[in-house]
């Protein structure tokens, strides 16, 4: 079966980086566009990064998202944290190109992983 696997997520202080990452199986990697999304308590999940299939971002913002498709793994690289990026995240597949902002259009979804940016 489908698994998407989130790691990296961990308690940081404001200023300070991580690197998330997801690795799937299951399915053929290189046929779904990829997101990271994050939900913060009593917010709606947000789509943070897309990755199309052929490695084209979608979403421009302050994280950078990338793929391997030889390690059918993707990464989230996030820089200058902020208190206010505090959520779980979750990567996401989509069996198409477009990497869509909604949620609902996505197919499969990791269990997320805590990111905390404390002050």
């Known amino acids: 079966q489908v698994q998407l696997v989130e790691s990296g997520g961990g308690l940081v202080q404001a200023g300070g980086s991580l690197r998330l990452s997801c690795t799937a199986s299951?399915?053929?990697?290189?046929?779904?566009?990829m997101g990271w999304f994050r939900q913060a308590p009593g917010k709606d999940r947000e789509l943070i990064a897309g990755?199309?299939?052929d490695g084209s971002r979608t979403v421009k913002g302050r994280f950078t998202i990338s793929r391997d498709n030889a390690k059918n793994s993707l990464f989230l690289q996030m820089n200058s944290l902020k208190p206010e990026d505090t959520a779980v995240y979750y990567c996401a597949a989509e069996l198409g190109y477009a990497a869509p902002v909604s949620p609902v259009e996505y197919d499969y979804w990791g269990q997320g992983t805590q990111v905390t940016v404390s002050s």
């Open positions: 990755i199309r299939r």
């Open positions: 299951g399915l053929t990697f290189s046929d779904y566009a």
